[in-house]
């Protein structure tokens, strides 16, 4: 039911690789094909990352395949889920018989324990990402409105961004996971600065809202052995919890955080000065 699996990487396996085994290793790309839901499997804190795009009829989340004792079982049986709209237009998510309309850039927050999840609407693009819960929490709907708010970085420096914390304690509880949208000025290139790992976390980026022809540099590794891996639009890029996230794009653009592992805390971080890497 994967297209493909990513398996946990140690510092050490980025001596040496070259650039087409770094993007096969972190990047998941291919996710958003028409008329199809698409989903890897990522054994980082076990992160289920995928989209959906609807054509003219519902898809519906598959169920479990494997192992064949768990086969048939709904897929969040253990398991919660965010779905955001990352697409021009409103489509909709069903979560066992209870409709909500999605809009672009609204969220939903599926809990565990859900059966049968539905997504909709023509012209919309659901980015989903789920990991292991231990309980349910309130199945909620989130827009930016609902979200807390921080204005990060200058134009001077290239990096004036507003970063909407969505699925966070403050916001929208949760077992594990923590999503946020995070949107660039126009005329700033630059995320995530200060550049920081947090040792009890992954962290997924999924890059979007960049043309045909514009390419993101995103910078990982140990902060004393950086790499980049060239991104387009709509690609996701998984990062170990020892590894330095940050990245540079050829003009504005749009991203989508989530981290998920044994703590809930948003400042749980060690940053860097910029000029403490190399």
Not at 3 to 8: D, G, L, R, W
Not at 199 to 225: K, N, Q, W
Request: include cysteine.
């Amino acid at each position: 039911m994967f297209q493909k699996t990513y398996y946990a990487a140690h510092p050490d396996m980025m001596d040496g690789a070259s650039n087409d085994e770094l993007r096969d290793r972190h990047v998941v790309s291919g996710m958003f094909r028409v008329g199809e839901i698409v989903l890897s499997y990522s054994h980082g804190e076990r992160f289920i990352i995928g989209g959906a795009v609807p054509a003219t009829s519902p898809l519906l989340l598959p169920r479990l395949s494997e192992p064949e004792s768990l086969a048939g079982q709904p897929l969040l049986a253990r398991r919660e889920l965010s779905a955001v709209n990352i697409g021009a237009a409103a489509g909709a998510v069903t979560v066992d018989g209870t409709r909500f309309e999605i809009a672009p850039r609204e969220t939903m927050y599926v809990p565990m324990g859900s059966a049968d999840v539905a997504f909709e609407g023509e012209g919309a693009r659901f980015y989903l990402l789920s990991v292991p819960a231990h309980r349910p929490f309130p199945l909620r709907k989130l827009a930016l409105g609902d979200a807390r708010v921080m204005e990060r970085g200058s134009l001077e420096t290239s990096n004036a961004r507003r970063i909407h914390q969505l699925i966070l304690p403050h916001t929208c509880e949760s077992a594990s996971l923590c999503l946020g949208l995070t949107t660039l000025e126009p005329g700033s290139v630059w995320n995530t600065m200060p550049p920081h790992v947090h040792e009890r976390r992954s962290e997924v980026y999924l890059y979007f809202d960049l043309a045909e022809d514009d390419r993101i540099f995103h910078y990982m590794g140990r902060p004393d052995a950086l790499r980049h891996i060239v991104m387009e639009n709509e690609e996701a890029v998984i990062s170990p919890p020892w590894s330095v996230h940050m990245g540079s794009g050829t003009r504005a653009y749009s991203f989508i955080w989530a981290m998920a592992g044994e703590n809930l805390d948003y400042e749980d971080m060690n940053v860097f000065d910029v000029c403490q890497l190399c």
